[in-house]
């Protein structure tokens, strides 16, 4: 296992009153956990996967995501079973999505 | 309109979370050691595997036809829904709970190949915790109902767990039984058993058999709404009788049973013996056919 963490800067706002999970930790799959954080326009993620030595392709991935999406004061952290970096781009889009329709 | 068309999605291919809501009344479930306190396993972690926010278990309360009920959903693709300290820990928890706070029943939607080999001992011990909370629930007067209907089946120390419930609810798609059959294989050589026949392990562990032999009291299609509507029935019918007089009497039945069906190897040679007009075509048949066939042919266990 490899265990890191991600720090993202973003402006925009995130509001989860709820903590979300997306996803299941099987092979070639992870789970997702979004939760509001007191940082102001930071974000930080937790990576825990077993794909050791991806840390540039995890911050690609995550480096997109947050160009997308309202993260700042969003805490974010991950348990990896080997995914592909498209499969973790739609598993954080759908936790994102979940966190939203929760909160309205 | 979108809460009708989950409901009739496969439970099978649900997550435990998706079970969940699938089956309780909407908005009302109230998770216990929910994912964001990240309870994790620490027999995995010493071993540097992967880990899950909630230990692989879902557990919490809920209304299921307006009743308070307490569910369990094991969560049968992150290590085959196996039984660690955590999540026993959470199982058995909610057996306690429901001593105290007297819900219409527990549910437990079982999917798991038993105890969680990575932790050895710990499972083994939280297998047998969750067995001794369950009976205390029992003896407390709280129906415990099982739900067996995902791809890991209830093996090992879970299906123990599941035939100790007052009720079990199965689809086609499950499979209940003690040892899986790649252990039987192993142990015992493919002439014994060759789990790479399909057909051959449901016949002998699916829905269809169980729900034969009595051991599971409803067959139900592999939809969520099916079996929401058979455990919402359960929940509004008197809870089975476990006086001692009862539990003798299905000893007996039981004991009988290994002599009676000591030669049959097959689900099979079951359907022979109970008077099933095609035994080999059982396995093909749809749910409500097969329903209606063993309520005119019912297994007769002579008793001694």
């Given at each position: 296992m490899e265990h890191f963490q991600i720090t993202l800067s973003n402006s925009a706002r995130a509001d989860i009153r709820q903590p979300v999970l997306c996803g299941v930790v099987s092979s070639g799959n992870l789970e997702v956990l979004m939760m509001q954080s007191d940082s102001g326009g930071i974000c930080t993620v937790d990576v825990n996967t077993?794909?050791?030595?991806f840390r540039d392709v995890w911050q690609a991935v995550l480096a997109d995501f947050n160009e997308r999406h309202?993260?700042?004061?969003m805490k974010i952290a991950i348990n990896d079973a080997g995914a592909t970096p498209a499969v973790v781009s739609l598993r954080l889009r759908q936790a994102y999505e979940s966190s939203r329709s929760e909160t309205q | 309109m979108n809460a009708k068309r989950l409901n009739q999605a496969s439970y099978y291919e649900a997550s435990a979370r998706a079970r969940i809501a699938g089956l309780v009344?909407?908005?009302?479930f109230d998770e216990f050691c929910p994912p964001a306190l990240q309870q994790t396993s620490p027999h995995l972690a010493l071993l540097d595997a992967p880990l899950a926010f909630d230990d692989g278990v879902v557990v919490g309360s809920a209304r299921m036809d307006n009743r308070p009920i307490l569910i369990a959903a094991q969560e049968g693709r992150f290590n085959g829904g196996s039984v660690g300290e955590v999540h026993g820990a959470k199982i058995r928890g909610l057996l306690i709970r429901a001593v105290r706070e007297k819900p219409a029943a527990v549910i437990l939607l079982v999917d798991s190949g038993g105890v969680r080999l990575h932790e050895a001992n710990a499972g083994l011990i939280a297998i047998s915790e969750i067995m001794r909370a369950l009976l205390d629930a029992q003896a407390a007067g709280i129906p415990v109902i099982a739900v067996v209907g995902g791809s890991c089946g209830a093996f090992g120390g879970m299906g123990i767990v599941t035939r100790m419930c007052d009720v079990v609810v199965m689809s086609e798609e499950g499979r209940l039984s003690l040892s899986g059959p790649e252990v039987i294989e192993t142990v015992k050589g493919v002439g014994e058993f060759d789990a790479k026949d399909k057909a051959l392990v449901w016949r002998t562990t699916g829905g269809k058999l169980r729900r034969t032999l009595g051991e599971a009291a409803y067959l139900v299609d592999d939809n969520l709404d099916a079996f929401r509507s058979t455990l919402a029935e359960i929940l509004g019918i008197a809870r089975p009788d476990n006086a001692l007089a009862a539990l003798k009497a299905d000893q007996a039945a039981l004991t009988a049973r290994r002599s009676t069906l000591?030669?049959?190897?097959?689900g099979l040679d079951i359907w022979r013996r109970a008077g099933f007009p095609a035994p080999e075509q059982v396995p093909m048949l749809d749910t409500d056919t097969f329903n209606i066939l063993l309520a005119a042919h019912p297994l007769e266990l002579a008793h001694e």
């Amino acid at each position: 296992m490899e265990h890191f963490q991600i720090t993202l800067s973003n402006s925009a706002r995130a509001d989860i009153r709820q903590p979300v999970l997306c996803g299941v930790v099987s092979s070639g799959n992870l789970e997702v956990l979004m939760m509001q954080s007191d940082s102001g326009g930071i974000c930080t993620v937790d990576v825990n996967t077993s794909a050791v030595g991806f840390r540039d392709v995890w911050q690609a991935v995550l480096a997109d995501f947050n160009e997308r999406h309202a993260l700042g004061g969003m805490k974010i952290a991950i348990n990896d079973a080997g995914a592909t970096p498209a499969v973790v781009s739609l598993r954080l889009r759908q936790a994102y999505e979940s966190s939203r329709s929760e909160t309205q | 309109m979108n809460a009708k068309r989950l409901n009739q999605a496969s439970y099978y291919e649900a997550s435990a979370r998706a079970r969940i809501a699938g089956l309780v009344d909407a908005g009302s479930f109230d998770e216990f050691c929910p994912p964001a306190l990240q309870q994790t396993s620490p027999h995995l972690a010493l071993l540097d595997a992967p880990l899950a926010f909630d230990d692989g278990v879902v557990v919490g309360s809920a209304r299921m036809d307006n009743r308070p009920i307490l569910i369990a959903a094991q969560e049968g693709r992150f290590n085959g829904g196996s039984v660690g300290e955590v999540h026993g820990a959470k199982i058995r928890g909610l057996l306690i709970r429901a001593v105290r706070e007297k819900p219409a029943a527990v549910i437990l939607l079982v999917d798991s190949g038993g105890v969680r080999l990575h932790e050895a001992n710990a499972g083994l011990i939280a297998i047998s915790e969750i067995m001794r909370a369950l009976l205390d629930a029992q003896a407390a007067g709280i129906p415990v109902i099982a739900v067996v209907g995902g791809s890991c089946g209830a093996f090992g120390g879970m299906g123990i767990v599941t035939r100790m419930c007052d009720v079990v609810v199965m689809s086609e798609e499950g499979r209940l039984s003690l040892s899986g059959p790649e252990v039987i294989e192993t142990v015992k050589g493919v002439g014994e058993f060759d789990a790479k026949d399909k057909a051959l392990v449901w016949r002998t562990t699916g829905g269809k058999l169980r729900r034969t032999l009595g051991e599971a009291a409803y067959l139900v299609d592999d939809n969520l709404d099916a079996f929401r509507s058979t455990l919402a029935e359960i929940l509004g019918i008197a809870r089975p009788d476990n006086a001692l007089a009862a539990l003798k009497a299905d000893q007996a039945a039981l004991t009988a049973r290994r002599s009676t069906l000591a030669d049959s190897a097959d689900g099979l040679d079951i359907w022979r013996r109970a008077g099933f007009p095609a035994p080999e075509q059982v396995p093909m048949l749809d749910t409500d056919t097969f329903n209606i066939l063993l309520a005119a042919h019912p297994l007769e266990l002579a008793h001694e």
